[in-house]
């Protein structure tokens, strides 16, 4: 099935069609050199989208994995930090680490 | 009286079930020793992971940041007898750099060679002859940043012409955060080796230590406890007075 044609008895007429806020809407092109034209800019236009998303998934995916190890270092990092500073006799303050008065 | 009945329905039921359940265990040993096998060991007690210990570590270290002061000497505890925290987390680290040099070097083993040895000079020369082994595991994760930003510029050069695409967008905001999170990384060190060398400061100057540093404060094996001196490369810091980290006179 051709995307965007719609069977109307013996012919097919192009629609484009786009999101306007929650709802769709449909321009209509009839089935003219107009309706040609339009079907074959969408259709460049989807293979454009296609060829993106697939570039962006094949740069993103594996980063995935490490992006997941990254914030797990970044977590016990942080852990052993306030850990290590906490047991110096330090306490943290509005994002500062200070010493205890009364140490 | 119903009261009366209630209860024993009760009872029976319970004696009942216990009943059956030590007929069952009953069977079980019975059939074991017939078929001449040995009965089952208890196992030893298991040893705590090391995910364990830092949710153990985390813990505690909730509970001191809220005023619990009594949980110190058990988060030294986990801290310093525990090296398979700080292993874990050198080993994650390990993980990713080889995950940014595999990208980095897409398939050519000469690269990812080099790229290896650039990481190992690189942390030798961020941590100097004397460190910790916090100091270590920040070192790396510094690297660590400082391989995904060079992945992801590398990258924007390697696929240029983008723009406009969502691809582009995407990989700006990325370079962007690991460029963000590789500067904060190396004010994180500078931050936690100011701090250390006061923690070390104080407790040279108090007549009974005050507290002993993570991972023992050896991580290479040169440092001596007992005798701390801050090193050379932080004089300077400590000389201007530098207001970068801001530690109250006690």
Redesign the interface.
């Known amino acids: 099935m051709r995307v965007g044609w719609e069977q109307r008895g013996e012919k097919s007429y192009y629609y484009r069609s786009f999101r306007e806020g929650n709802a769709v809407r449909k321009v209509y092109f009839g089935n003219g050199r107009a309706a040609q034209i339009a079907a074959e800019q969408d259709r460049e236009a989807r293979a454009r989208r296609r060829e993106?998303?697939k570039?962006?998934q094949d740069?993103?995916g594996?980063?995935i994995?490490?992006d997941g190890?990254?914030m797990?270092?970044?977590k016990?990092?942080r852990?052993?930090?306030?850990?290590?500073?906490?047991?110096?006799?330090?306490?943290?303050h509005h994002g500062?680490?200070?010493?205890?008065?009364?140490? | 009286m119903p009261e009366q009945t209630r209860p024993r329905k009760n009872t029976g039921n319970r004696k009942g079930q216990q009943r059956k359940t030590k007929g069952r265990t009953s069977t079980k040993s019975t059939s074991s020793q017939a078929s001449g096998k040995k009965p089952k060991k208890r196992r030893p007690q298991r040893k705590e992971s090391a995910a364990e210990q830092l949710t153990a570590l985390q813990a505690a270290v909730e509970l001191v940041k809220r005023g619990h002061r009594e949980m110190v000497p058990r988060l030294r505890e986990l801290l310093t007898e525990s090296p398979e925290v700080w292993k874990t987390v050198g080993d994650i680290a390990r993980n990713v750099q080889r995950g940014w040099v595999r990208l980095l070097a897409d398939g050519d083993d000469t690269v990812a060679e080099s790229m290896n040895l650039y990481v190992e000079s690189r942390q030798k020369e961020l941590l100097g002859d004397d460190f910790t082994a916090l100091e270590k595991a920040m070192v790396e994760r510094i690297v660590t940043c400082e391989l995904r930003v060079a992945y992801l510029e590398g990258h924007e050069v390697s696929v240029p012409g983008l723009d406009d695409t969502r691809l582009a967008r995407a990989r700006d905001e990325r370079i962007e955060r690991a460029e963000k999170l590789a500067t904060r990384a190396m004010q994180k060190l500078r931050e936690v080796q100011l701090l250390q060398a006061r923690i070390r400061n104080v407790e040279a100057r108090t007549p009974k230590p005050m507290s002993v540093l993570a991972g023992g404060g050896v991580a290479n094996g040169k440092r001596d406890s007992s005798s701390e001196q801050i090193p050379s490369r932080l004089q300077p810091y400590l000389r201007k007075g530098n207001g970068a980290v801001k530690v109250a006179q006690g």
């Open positions: 993106e998303r570039r962006l740069f993103e594996p980063l994995r490490l190890w990254m797990e270092l970044h016990y990092i852990i052993l930090t306030e850990a290590t500073l906490l047991v110096g006799g330090l306490h943290e500062m680490w200070r010493r205890k008065h009364c140490a």
